[in-house]
């Protein structure tokens, strides 16, 4: 069956301190795997798309990698305004159409 | 240019009750697809639309269908309402192109709660 896992499920941070998320799966089909940023009452705002392993992007103070079987968020020097639940979704390509499995989310909390 | 737009943002139905939700994605993209979001679930997979068709579906009830329509916005319907169908109900919008991407772009969400 098609998995996804993130871990930890909450991460508290002190402003500065740098800390990477996780987002491991099981799938057939991959097709790419998303990162997405979503705040209280609010949508996901997409953050990185990674199609192969190997592949690293980058935005301001994230960056995302990806592996056969997992992939990394990493927040470097994290502020408050980055605060919020970082959610990591499977795209596969299916006979049946395609279909998007997300994982739990991490939720961060970044003190001043 | 415009995001991807859900009506109504807030709603408020009874028990038995039916409902009717509504997305328009961003211009030029063909496919739809809506999620399901609660506290315990997480984000679930409801189904997914490209060109007025069904071609996915997630494991929910018959009580939870949808449709697309010509000019790709889609609507997403719930019937006989349940206490537990009380959810954030999000719709992405995706060029779907194997050439051009995959990107899914999420709206805001219509907040559903069934009292």
């Known amino acids: 069956e098609d998995q996804v896992t993130q871990s930890p499920e909450a991460l508290r941070l002190q402003e500065g301190e740098s800390s990477s998320l996780n987002c491991s799966y099981t799938?057939?089909?991959?097709?790419?795997l998303f990162w997405y940023r979503q705040d209280p009452g609010k949508g996901p705002e997409f953050l990185f798309t990674?199609?192969?392993a190997g592949e690293e992007k980058e935005k301001e103070r994230l960056k995302a990698t990806l592996t056969k079987k997992e992939s990394f968020l990493h927040i470097t020097a994290p502020k408050p305004e980055d605060s919020a639940t970082y959610l990591c979704?499977?795209?596969?390509?299916?006979?049946?159409?395609?279909?998007?499995?997300f994982g739990g989310g991490t939720r961060v909390l970044v003190k001043p | 240019k415009a995001g991807v737009t859900q009506t109504p943002r807030y709603l408020i139905k009874t028990r038995g009750q039916q409902v009717t939700l509504s997305c328009s994605p961003i211009s030029g993209h063909r496919s739809v697809s809506w999620y399901q979001q609660t506290p315990g679930q997480g984000l679930q997979f409801l189904f997914e639309y490209f060109s007025e068709t069904q071609r996915n579906k997630g494991n929910f009830p018959g009580r939870f269908s949808g449709r697309q329509f010509s000019n790709s916005r889609s609507e997403m319907n719930v019937s006989t309402l349940e206490l537990g169908d009380s959810a954030l109900y999000l719709c992405?919008?995706?060029?779907?192109?194997?050439?051009?991407?995959?990107?899914?772009?999420f709206g805001s969400g219509t907040r559903l709660t069934v009292v």
């Open positions: 990674l199609y192969s």
């Open positions: 979704a499977v795209l596969m390509i299916k006979a049946a159409g395609n279909k998007l499995t």
């Open positions: 992405a919008s995706s060029l779907n192109n194997r050439d051009r991407g995959y990107g899914y772009t």
């Open positions: 799938v057939s089909g991959l097709r790419g």
